[in-house]
């Protein structure tokens, strides 16, 4: 058999970067002597991220538009072209059998130029909406791999595959590391456990909500902990003084926090949506009104219309988040339904359906 080889793009935020790494992880089980290249935007998280993973990643000069006049706007078309370049560079060096995109600027430009060479390519979609970019490049791709059902009015039907989101394999089976997550994280046994988790780049408004509550929280004799990202450490670190709070940046060991937690107050990002579902724990979303189509809300409300989770709009968080949360920490019959309901949308094999797609496509 010989070496074959993969591109994979996917980054600016943990949503993209993840799925990327696990099926690049998945690749390497099915074909041990694989070759495998990641390709990101120079200056964003997955330049750490990747070769952290144990990966090697070019970056690109690219950005993504903004609403308004900026320089960074100005400067696009010379980025987009040296972008382009550049990955038409990366690729015929390379030589890859399939290249693979999960979103995020540089997936952009180099599956573009994938396409434009007739390499095969993948888009993994996690999102219930899909941004412009995977419209953009559904229209030569071999296969869209997607999260969310009813995406056919922006993608060619006979493309599309169910798959599902990557997931960390860690998390198929956390509830017998509920003791030693307890022992890792310092928690105390006898109390409900809340986990807030922000996003890979942490939550203002979130983290403005937790600072209030904390008080009720307590009174409910409930410990917190609380990601609240690296760009929010230095604001909110203090609180870890109180008792029963603990506030990090990040979260090392997902497998373990999710195992500790009783309840969970998250952003409605597709990778957390699909963890979330196959932990199968209480959830409270709050999408983040900030992004492309609100796609956030879209993901959540997925989950909720079939009775899998509670959602709050950051607009309501002042006049009902009490009422809301009252209800789901003292309503056990609530709990037991929201977790068996968000568990039955779990796609625990998705990775390995991804990559069965990826397959298909090796000449």
């Given amino acids: ?93 390379f030589k890859p059998d399939v290249v693979i995109g999960t979103g995020g600027f540089a997936s952009g430009p180099l599956l573009q130029v994938a396409n434009s060479l007739n390499i095969p390519t993948v888009i993994q979609e996690q999102n219930s909406y899909p941004g412009i970019t995977n419209k953009l490049l559904s229209k030569k791709a071999n296969a869209i791999c997607v999260a969310y059902e009813n995406l056919e009015r922006f993608f060619p039907k006979n493309k599309i595959v169910f798959t599902g989101n990557p997931v960390r394999q860690d998390l198929l089976e956390i509830n017998s590391k509920r003791d030693e997550a307890l022992s890792y994280f310092n928690l105390d046994a006898n109390k409900k456990t809340l986990l807030i988790i922000g996003g890979s780049l942490g939550s203002r408004r979130i983290n403005q909500l937790i600072a209030k509550e904390l008080d009720f929280f307590i009174a409910n004799d409930i410990q917190v902990f609380w990601q609240c990202g690296n760009f929010y450490m230095t604001e909110y670190k203090h609180f870890s003084e109180k008792e029963n709070v603990q506030v990090d940046s990040f979260i090392d060991r997902m497998d373990l926090i999710y195992a500790a937690a009783d309840f969970v107050i998250s952003r409605a990002g597709a990778s957390s949506v699909s963890e979330l579902c196959l932990v199968g724990k209480p959830v409270l979303f709050i999408p983040s009104p900030n992004v492309a189509e609100d796609h956030q809300t879209k993901n959540a409300k997925s989950i909720v219309d079939k009775n899998g989770a509670l959602l709050l709009k950051e607009s309501e968080l002042d006049e009902k988040f009490e009422t809301v949360f009252n209800q789901l920490i003292h309503d056990e019959n609530l709990q037991n339904n929201l977790s068996q309901n968000i568990k039955k949308l779990a796609k625990p094999n998705a990775t390995k359906d991804i990559v069965e797609e990826i397959i298909k496509l090796i000449k």
């Fill in 1 to 93: 058999m010989r070496n074959y080889k993969f591109i994979l793009s996917g980054g600016g935020t943990g949503g993209h970067i993840y799925p990327a790494i696990a099926i690049a992880n998945e690749l390497k089980l099915r074909f041990p002597n694989c070759e495998i290249l990641f390709v990101g935007a120079k200056d964003k998280m997955e330049m750490q991220k990747v070769p952290h993973a144990g990966y090697k990643i070019e970056g690109l000069w690219i950005a993504g538009l903004q609403r308004k006049l900026t320089l960074q706007n100005i400067m696009f078309p010379l980025k987009l072209a040296n972008s382009l370049w550049k990955s038409r560079t990366i690729i015929n060096n």
